[in-house]
């Protein structure tokens, strides 16, 4: 796959947009908790259930892409992401205009968000296969980069428009309702513009069916991927569910040196906050990565180790500032570690298992929204330092792993045939 076509321009377009949609959701959400008068962790505890639907599907709908071919799946999950957008959007603006109770509105948002657990998985699993299936292990890093880098470009752009987006008719309802349209549109163009195909699946090599995914979890070329992926993304989203009470806490007192603020005040400093996490990610994943030609393994170990000390940051130095400097630096770790372990997982198995291994990448991102931001607020309510004391215990088992592991020191590109536009995909494109 040509990493310029308009087909692989579309895939990361797909990606910024679920990312940008998520991210400007996780920006309003602290100050929707707070005008609701609930808890923070109740906050955080409510979508669990969501996490765990995209956990539970994820295996279900890597499956699905191979069946019924990547295209469908990528429009199965944009869809979802519309209507539980729309749906979260109308939610919270029947609790803040008071049309409904706060505790009846908070469930109908859960609910909503439920959907997204349900089918918001499929587009990411659809899009990794989609280009897995079409690049040699050589391009892969590099493609699985890119692919990463639209969903930081995302993370820049939801926290970015999401204060904008905070309008008087819609409120913070404002930035799901936008993206909700955006999801639209993008539907439209997959369906549109994105090529299908007409190649057939190439059988594997022992000449039975395609591996289902079904115990991959514990085979050892990709267990100790699983391990560390989780390690580190359930670190991450630890510091993202903190991140948004933690700076209105910061904030409203008057001696932050920015004075006293409310909720709604702080929005757009917890936007900057992202904006500036999100631009840390961008710098390793567009200009880092592609100049040091840094082999997965390599990857994991840095961002380990960035992660590790932002997480060190955030416990030395509180207040808005520090705060700041410290998701940045964790960003960019996470920058590092997100496109080692899915290239990483990707190049040690074959191409008839590539579906079935970007699933279990995908649910990783369910797992690591299920306990740990519920713990992790649960802890910052209790002290301050909590999480990032929590966190930094993670990510040194991740950089045990990533120093340790046999499986991980075999993640090197090997020269492989390479693919042309003559070339079938690994499994069905559409």
Known sequence: MNLRSPAFVILC????IASGGNMALQSVLPAIGREFHLSDTLVAGAFALSALLWTLTSPFWARQSDVQGRKRIIMVGLAGFVVSMTGFG?????????????????????????????????????SQAYV???????QRTQAMSLLASAQGLGTVVGPVLAPFLVLPVVGLAGPMYAFALIGVAALVVVWRRLPSGDAVRRPSPSGQPDHDGKGLWKDPRVRDFLLYGLLVTGAQAVNISVLGFHIIDELATA????????????????????????????????GLIPLLRLQPRELMRWGAALALLGNLV?????????????????????GFA??????????AVSSSEQGA?????????????LAPPVIGVALYELSEPGPFIANALLLAGAVAVALFSPALKAARVVASEEVTSETPP????G
């Open 13 to 16: 377009g797909v990606s910024l």
């Open 90 to 126: 109308l939610a919270a603006t029947s609790g803040l205009e008071h049309w409904l109770g706060a505790a009846l509105a908070f469930t109908l948002m859960a609910v909503a968000r439920s959907l997204y657990g349900l089918f918001g998985s499929a587009a990411p699993i659809a």
């Open 132 to 138: 897995a299936d079409r690049t040699t292990a050589e």
């Open 255 to 286: 001696g932050s040196g920015l004075g006293a603020m409310t909720a709604r005040q702080a929005q757009p400093f917890i936007g900057i906050a992202m904006l500036t996490g999100a631009v840390a990610t961008l710098m390793v994943q567009w």
């Open 314 to 334: 955030s416990i030395a130095a509180p207040g808005y500032f520090g705060v700041v400097v410290g998701y940045a630096v964790v960003s960019m770790g996470v």
């Open 338 to 347: 997100r496109p080692g372990f899915t290239a990483g997982s990707s190049i």
């Open 357 to 369: 291994v970007a699933g279990l990448m995908m649910a990783l991102a369910g797992l690591s929204f």
């Open 426 to 429: 690994a499994s069905q494109s």
